[in-house]
């Protein structure tokens, strides 16, 4: 069945470290991608999004590209700060307006 | 405009007590969501609605039952509250069916059942 497989935290850097945090899906079909963004005690919010193979999505220094020969969506950003510190999910849709989340990876960023 | 409200923001229940999680949004959305939010397991929907008057089950609807009976309003309730159910409950929606599929959250109910 379609699937979200996410990269498991907690994941701790040092302020203007480089990030990734890995997503892969599996799908009969093409999805639509997602990253959502929880801050601390808030509800989750729309990050970026790719709707096609090689579209990339990016938002707020955060960037993600749709690569269909490897079924992921890693998300990356090149100088993390202290306030990117959330938890980050992956989605996709499998495009029945249903999302299938991922299990959250947990960022701290340490000043 | 508010977006997506829930009330309450946080519950505490006995076992085998019943309550009403509600819902709301002012944007004029159709499609309307509940999920739960468990440790290492992310969300998972419980049930949802395509528009007024319908609902459908999620992933994890049992011991569940939700209404739409206004566009606006999703209510989630629990007739016999369980220890399993201690969680946070998200509300979500989303504009319509072809839209891009960026789904509106509300801020989350914490829920522990004792």
């Known amino acids: 069945g379609n699937s979200v497989t996410q990269m498991e935290g907690p994941v701790t850097l040092s302020e203007e470290a480089f990030l990734t945090i890995n997503c892969t899906y599996t799908?009969?079909?093409?999805?639509?991608l997602f990253w959502y963004v929880q801050y601390p005690g808030e509800g989750l919010q729309l990050l970026l999004k790719a709707t096609k193979a090689d579209d990339k999505g990016s938002n707020k220094g955060f960037e993600a590209t749709y690569r269909k020969e490897t079924t992921s969506f890693h998300l990356e950003k090149g100088s993390v700060q202290v306030s990117d510190s959330a938890v980050y999910f992956c989605?996709?849709?499998?495009?029945?307006?249903?999302?299938?989340f991922g299990t959250g990876t947990r960022l701290t960023i340490i000043p | 405009n508010a977006g997506v409200t829930q009330t309450p923001k946080f519950r505490v229940l006995k076992t085998g007590q019943s309550m009403t999680l509600l819902c709301a949004q002012d944007m004029n959305h159709e499609y309307m969501y509940w999920y739960r939010q468990d440790p290492g397991m992310g969300l998972r929907l419980i049930h949802y609605?395509?528009?007024?008057?319908?609902?459908a089950k999620g992933e994890v609807p049992d011991g569940y039952n939700v209404s739409r009976l206004k566009k606006q309003n999703f209510l989630l309730g629990l007739e016999s509250a369980a220890p399993s159910q201690t969680s946070v409950y998200f509300c979500?929606?989303?504009?319509?069916?072809?839209?891009?599929?960026?789904?509106?959250f509300g801020p989350g109910t914490r829920l522990t059942v004792t």
């Open positions: 979500a929606s989303i504009q319509s069916p072809g839209h891009p599929y960026e789904q509106y």
């Open positions: 799908a009969t079909g093409y999805p639509s």
């Open positions: 609605s395509v528009g007024e008057g319908t609902t």
């Open positions: 989605a996709t849709d499998f495009g029945n307006e249903k999302l299938t």
